[in-house]
Every structure is written in C-alpha cells, then in structure tokens.
C-alpha cells in the first residue's frame, strides 16, 4: 500500500508570500496525484489533478508539479482566502483504493 | 448542477450498524465513467477513504475496514448507500461521499457537505 506523506504538518505564512507544500509518495505513483483544500466546517475540494492539472474555477496562482514519488503544490501569492488545510491523494488501480495525505495546515502568521 | 447530500443518523450506539445515503443530481449513476466514493473524516484529523462503486456494479473497499462496509446503489432514486457495522467511538466522524468524474483516476470532482456521526451509549 502507497503511503502519501504530505510536509510540513503546519505551514505559517503571509498573504502575499508564496506558499510550497510538499508530498512524498513511498513508491512511485507515476502522475497520477491530485490535490484538495478544505476550509474549516467545509467539504474538501478539488484543485489540481493528474499532479499538474488545474481543475475548472480553481485561480491560476495554484500549481501543481512533479512525478514519481516528489509532488508539490505551489501558492505563488497567498489571498486571504487560501489558508485552509490541503490534502494530496492517490489512487491504486490494484487493488482498488484510494489514499490520502495526512494533511498540510497553511496558517496565517 | 452536480450535487451530493448526505443523509443519515447524527447519532449511533456502541455495536449498531450505521446507513448513510448519498443522493445525488446533476449526473446519472447510470454514467459507466463516474462513480460515488466514501470519506469520513474523524474530527481535527484526515481524510479516510471507505469506498467506491460504479455503475457497472464494480465496488471497492477499504483493506482496514472491508469486513465492516457494504456499498449499493439504487440508480433509479439517484442514491448510493453506505453501511458500516459495527460501530465504535474511533468511527466517529464527518462522513462525506463524492463523485468520481471526468478525470477518472478516481479524482473526487464533486463533494457532498458531509453529515457528522458521533458514536456514543
């Protein structure tokens, strides 16, 4: 089973700074990760999948790269309103089943 | 418009069973491309993925919980359920379901606002 290890725990920034999360894979997942932010007493959404690809609505200041087991999701310029938790997740086609990070907290300093 | 609700008890002893249902529209279950999933999310932790299912009947579950779950669908009310035997206090939690969409990789395009299920006697 995959293990998805997202760094760091907490992330303490600035609006206006740029933000570089990161998420480890234990084998390689080829590109095949997305990303998610979820905001406190809301449900998770989609941001970037295929590793680089933005989903529809989501502000060209969030990118996605990387493949292989080395992912990252750069804020270029932090608004007020993308300090919120992310998650990356995986998927395995055998045996089927999904996989979660365990999250990076991005916190207004 | 794609939406997702989850509907189902906010409270559950100790050893009962849980059903959650997810209601959906904008899309038909009956798409061979998309598929609903289940996610629960114990308070200030991370998200657990449970299960899947797709229209073909294909059903997926998590290897921890598998002798637990059972995942249906009833393509003609729009719904998928979820039942969790069982129960304990650790399954406390925010239970979501989602839709897996056009990116397939079973990307989580669309998510239901989750219904929080404590387990207590």
């Known amino acids: 089973e995959i293990v998805l290890t997202q760094s760091p725990a907490t992330l303490s920034l600035s609006p206006g700074e740029r933000a570089t999360l990161s998420c480890r894979a234990s084998?390689?997942?080829?590109?095949?990760l997305a990303w998610y932010q979820q905001k406190p007493g809301q449900a998770p959404r989609l941001l970037i999948y295929?590793?680089?690809n933005r989903a529809p609505g989501i502000p060209a200041r969030f990118t996605g790269s990387g493949s292989g087991t080395d992912f990252t999701l750069t804020i270029s310029i932090l608004e007020p309103e993308d300090f919120a938790l992310y998650f990356c997740?995986?998927?395995?086609?055998?045996?089927?089943?999904?996989?979660f990070g365990q999250g990076t907290r991005l916190d207004i300093k | 418009q794609v939406t997702l609700k989850e509907s189902g008890p906010v409270l559950v002893k100790p050893t009962e069973t849980l059903t959650l249902t997810c209601t959906v529209s904008?899309?038909?279950?009956?798409?061979?491309?998309?598929?609903v999933s289940w996610i629960r999310q114990p308070p200030g932790k991370a998200l657990e993925w449970l299960a899947h299912?797709?229209?073909?009947?294909?059903?997926s579950y998590s290897t921890s919980l598998k002798s637990r779950l059972t995942i249906s669908e009833d393509t003609s009310k729009s719904q998928v359920v979820l039942t969790l035997t069982n129960m304990d206090p650790v399954d406390t939690a925010t239970y979501y379901c989602?839709?897996?969409?056009?990116?397939?990789?079973?990307?989580?395009?669309?998510w239901g606002q989750g219904t929080l299920v404590t387990v207590s006697s």
């Open positions: 904008g899309f038909s279950l009956s798409n061979a491309r998309m598929g």
């Open positions: 084998q390689s997942v080829s590109s095949f």
């Open positions: 295929n590793a680089s």
């Open positions: 989602a839709r897996i969409g056009d990116y397939g990789d079973y990307v989580l395009d669309y």
């Open positions: 299912i797709f229209s073909n009947d294909e059903k």
């Open positions: 997740q995986h998927r395995s086609y055998w045996p089927p089943a999904v996989t």
